[in-house]
């Protein structure tokens, strides 16, 4: 089955939303979510720059396209579905309640604005650029809103375009609201504009809406969940977005949905082995091509892509042969191999660390093959609701019925014992390098976790065809 898809709900409806503005002025294009999108004069002079044109060569899900062929949708279309959600959020709002909310012009652009922009600084291969390559060369934290905050000034400069500053600060506040480096609560006007693109304060925003019906499409994936329903009973009360209490379950689908995405495809066993290697290229390549330099400079920042890998792989440069020998074994499927996973169990998540190389090295048994650090990779996959070990739900507030002036939020026990009673997985994975040390490295993996939990916590054991596998 495929994603869920009505095409009487799309966006594409908007003509009603926007009956008080000229279309003609309006350019549109064609999505194969949400049907046509209408894009306005302002948000085209930002569409039209080579910073955000750039987003046509970030393959929105990285190198999951390596594991599922049709997974090749990019950046730029998200962005696009991004903004055509926030503006049917936004206009809905206004619609239900302008009077009450004081929703103006300068905040539907504002909001519109946001949606387009909100992934401009993203890095190449997703966030493997962000999370497994830039924190092994740089000092300093490094995060793709921040870097969107200094590209959408940089837009702005560069390119001469007449916006009110007052506008663009609130897109640069709204990008980075579900951040480390979002502004406190009580310090913004009209707060709730501030959860529709990117929300700090539950996760339920129309970023996660766009990518988890796009995603699930592009892998083949069956996706009930309808996003339509909660835009739909959406209300602000007490200056937070909130919803209507039937609607829960949708919600937990939301969160379920999400998860279900980043076990099955985000975080396939495959695809975080091609990660690892791609990220082993990208280390071993950054001291001649300087790659993490371009991080340091935003109005240079847009010359990387995902096209940095045919840079490494066609150059014929010897500082690069590594890199290069690693993108071919990539391309000749020749990955590190898959060793054993186990989940953490539920009583050590609260105090788990990262397991190390070193850990598995360090555990091998006296005699055969010496193993070595760089002989061994490790994935610790993390898997949760949006808020980690807690649940999302908590953050939440429902009203009854329309007539209601009560917001509540539901505890789980008032609706289902069939939810879940833990919100997290943490799951270690472990890779050989070299195929031929497939047994050394897994007979070391399971000591490991006898030292560590005084159990094989692993489901099964490598198989032994794969431990015996030569080159």
């Known amino acids: 089955m495929g994603a869920y898809c009505n095409d009487n709900l799309h966006p594409s409806s908007m003509h009603g939303f926007l009956s008080s503005e000229d279309l003609r002025l309006y350019k549109h294009v064609h999505d194969n979510v949400h049907g046509n999108i209408y894009l ?107 870097m969107s905050v200094k590209l959408v000034d940089c837009i702005v400069d560069e390119h001469h375009i007449d916006v009110d500053p007052e506008m663009i600060k609130r897109v640069k506040e709204m990008i980075l609201a579900s951040s480390n480096y979002s502004l406190p609560k009580g310090s913004r006007e009209k707060r709730f504009l501030y959860d529709i693109v990117a929300n700090g304060q539950n996760g339920i925003d129309v970023d996660k809406f766009d990518y988890i019906i796009r995603d699930c499409r592009a892998c083949g994936l069956g996706c009930n969940f309808q996003f339509q329903r909660l835009m739909e009973t959406m209300r602000v009360m007490g200056d937070e977005i909130c919803y209507r209490a039937k609607e829960y379950l949708t919600i937990h689908k939301l969160f379920a949905t999400r998860a279900d995405l980043h076990r099955t495809v985000y975080t396939h066993s495959k695809v975080k082995a091609i990660e690892l290697m791609v990220a082993d290229a990208l280390l071993k390549a950054n001291d001649y091509l300087e790659i993490s330099s371009y991080t340091q400079d935003p109005s240079e920042y847009w010359k990387l892509d995902d096209t940095i890998i045919k ?108 939810l879940p009673t833990s919100y997290q997985d943490m799951i270690v994975r472990v890779y050989s390098k070299k195929p031929e040390l497939v047994g050394a490295i897994s007979e070391a993996f399971e000591n490991f976790q006898l030292q560590t939990y005084g159990i094989k916590a692993q489901v099964h054991s490598t198989p032994e065809k794969k431990k015996q596998r030569r080159l």
């Open 40 to 146: 306005d004069p302002l948000c085209l002079k930002f569409i039209d720059t080579q910073e955000f044109q750039r987003l046509r060569d970030l393959k929105q899900l990285g190198l999951a396209h390596l594991v599922y062929p049709g997974a090749v949708h990019s950046r730029f279309e998200h962005s696009l579905g991004v903004y055509s959600l926030a503006s049917e959020a936004v206009h809905k709002l206004k619609n239900y309640q302008g009077l009450e909310l004081g929703i103006d012009h300068f905040d539907i652009q504002t909001v519109k604005l946001a949606g387009l922009l909100h992934d401009v600084g993203h890095g190449p291969f997703s966030h493997l650029f962000e999370r497994e390559f830039l924190p092994r060369v740089l000092a300093d934290h490094w995060s793709h809103e921040e």
């Open 311 to 418: 840079t490494i792989e066609t150059a014929p440069n010897q500082e690069l042969k590594e890199s290069r020998d690693l993108i071919l074994r990539i391309r000749s499927r020749n990955l590190y191999q898959f060793c054993n996973e186990y989940a953490v169990p539920k009583d050590r998540l609260e105090n788990f660390k990262d397991v190390t190389p070193q850990d598995i090295v360090c555990s091998q048994k006296n005699g055969g093959v010496i193993l070595k650090v760089e002989d061994v990779a490790i994935s610790n996959v993390r898997i949760d609701l949006t808020r980690g070990r807690h649940n999302p739900l908590e953050r939440i507030n429902f009203f009854k019925d329309y007539e209601s002036d009560d917001k509540f939020p539901i505890p789980d026990d008032r609706v289902s014992h069939l």
